[in-house]
């Protein structure tokens, strides 16, 4: 199966910093989502990204499907960003239907 | 559109017990998929449905496990003689079909723990 990588494990900044998280691939995707974990376990949709690039705010995703990674930009940090960051990716093509595999997550602690 | 919800949220339960959880998806969604998340790790894959057919399953899913959805609409997945090893957080998702319709939205989760 499709095995993601998710670069760095861990991530300390102060409020106010940028920070640009890593995803790699090992296989073509046609589906690729970036979430965000609470701490009350919750998985917030940030991106659905396959390819290109997306921005949303103080947020922002780019996917070069041909090279099969993805990074996530986030610019001024804030603690409310603090949490776990996951990339998930999918082929719905053949039998997949479309099921995620994830990465073992980035934990991103912003301090004030 | 209220989302994925997901019951219970919580669930303590003594090993062998059984236990039943329910998860409502996005109303015009056709796809539902439960994945079982332990702590540290991400979410893994457990099992996908399309409408009300069972599509595909994990070899994480034993046969301890089993997992309806009788109207194409809610899904329950049932644990039998629960064990240690089944304390986590079990997730459902939903989503629709083609394009940006593919992105899976994700309840609350329902926490177990088996003592």
């Known amino acids: 199966?499709?095995?993601?990588?998710?670069?760095?494990?861990?991530?300390?900044?102060?409020?106010?910093?940028?920070?640009?998280?890593?995803?790699?691939?090992?296989?073509?995707?046609?589906?690729?989502?970036?979430?965000?974990?609470?701490?009350?376990?919750?998985?917030?949709?940030?991106?659905?990204?396959?390819?290109?690039?997306?921005?949303?705010?103080?947020?922002?995703?780019?996917?070069?499907?041909?090279?099969?990674?993805?990074?996530?930009?986030i610019s001024?940090?804030?603690?409310?960003?603090?949490?776990?960051?996951?990339?998930?990716?999918?082929n719905a093509g053949g039998t997949s239907y479309g099921k995620l595999t994830f990465g073992q997550g980035t934990i991103l602690t912003v301090h004030p | 559109d209220t989302g994925v919800s997901q019951d219970p949220r919580h669930k303590i339960t003594k090993r062998g017990q059984n236990v039943t959880f329910r998860?409502?998806?996005?109303?015009?969604?056709?796809?539902?998929?439960?994945?079982r998340q332990t702590l540290?790790?991400?979410?893994?894959?457990?099992?996908?449905?399309?409408?009300?057919?069972?599509?595909e399953k994990s070899r994480l899913l034993s046969d301890r496990f089993s997992a309806e959805r009788p109207k194409g609409s809610f899904s329950t997945l049932e644990i039998q003689r629960t064990e240690q090893?089944?304390?986590?957080?079990?997730?459902?998702a939903s989503s629709a079909a083609g394009g940006i319709q593919e992105t899976q939205y994700f309840g609350p989760g329902t926490r177990l723990l088996v003592l």
Not at chain 1, 76 to 90: H, L, R
Request: net charge negative.
């Open chain 2, 85 to 92: 090893g089944d304390s986590a957080m079990y997730l459902c």
């Open chain 2, 23 to 35: 998860c409502d998806p996005i109303s015009e969604h056709n796809r539902l998929y439960w994945y």
């Open chain 2, 40 to 55: 540290g790790q991400g979410p893994e894959f457990l099992t996908y449905f399309q409408n009300e057919a069972q599509l």
């Open chain 1, 1 to 73: 199966g499709i095995q993601v990588e998710q670069s760095p494990p861990d991530l300390i900044l102060q409020e106010g910093a940028n920070s640009t998280l890593r995803c790699n691939f090992s296989d073509s995707v046609n589906n690729l989502q970036w979430f965000h974990q609470n701490p009350w376990g919750q998985l917030i949709n940030l991106f659905y990204i396959p390819s290109g690039t997306k921005q949303n705010g103080r947020l922002s995703a780019t996917t070069v499907a041909t090279e099969r990674y993805s990074l996530l930009y």
């Open chain 1, 76 to 90: 001024s940090s804030q603690t409310t960003d603090s949490g776990v960051y996951f990339c998930a990716v999918g």
